[in-house]
């Protein structure tokens, strides 16, 4: 399965390695997980209209949560590309320091991730 395939609904910010990462995880994340929202936005979606994903997801990016780790699919973040571009740059250490509720919510969907896919 091709990364490009999906390059106009969603981006994979800074990747050199593809290899771990396959299009249904991508839509998982996508669609499932982050709900076609950056993991920084506010969640406005009306009961009953989150059905089907029908909102522009070409300006988000998916990044690597932690850096030391390789991107997986329990190790990535969808981000605007600005968000990424300063996620990549700052650090997750950072993040733990400055936002820890942000970190928390990240780690939680994270932790669906693992329970729903990684084990």
């Given at each position: 399965?091709?990364?490009?395939?999906?390059?106009?609904?969603?981006?994979?910010?800074?990747?050199?390695?593809?290899?771990?990462?396959?299009?249904?995880?991508?839509?998982?994340?996508?669609r499932e997980v982050y709900r076609g929202f950056s993991a920084r936005?506010?969640?406005?979606?009306?009961?009953?209209?989150?059905?089907?994903?029908?909102?522009?997801?070409?300006?988000?990016?998916?990044?690597?949560?932690?850096?030391?780790?390789?991107?997986?699919?329990?190790?990535?973040?969808?981000?605007?590309?600005?968000?990424?571009?300063?996620?990549?740059?700052?650090?997750?250490?950072?993040?733990?320091?400055?936002?820890?509720?942000?970190?928390?919510?990240?780690?939680?969907?994270?932790?669906?991730?693992?329970?729903?896919?990684?084990?």
């Amino acid at each position: 399965c091709s990364v490009n395939m999906l390059c106009c609904s969603v981006s994979l910010h800074t990747f050199q390695d593809y290899s771990t990462i396959c299009c249904l995880q991508i839509i998982f994340l996508l669609r499932e997980v982050y709900r076609g929202f950056s993991a920084r936005a506010d969640r406005q979606v009306v009961p009953g209209g989150d059905k089907g994903l029908m909102r522009a997801t070409a300006h988000l990016h998916l990044t690597r949560w932690d850096s030391s780790r390789p991107p997986t699919v329990d190790n990535l973040v969808l981000l605007t590309q600005e968000e990424a571009e300063e996620h990549d740059q700052l650090g997750l250490q950072h993040w733990q320091q400055e936002d820890p509720e942000f970190v928390a919510r990240v780690e939680g969907l994270l932790n669906v991730v693992r329970q729903q896919i990684c084990y």
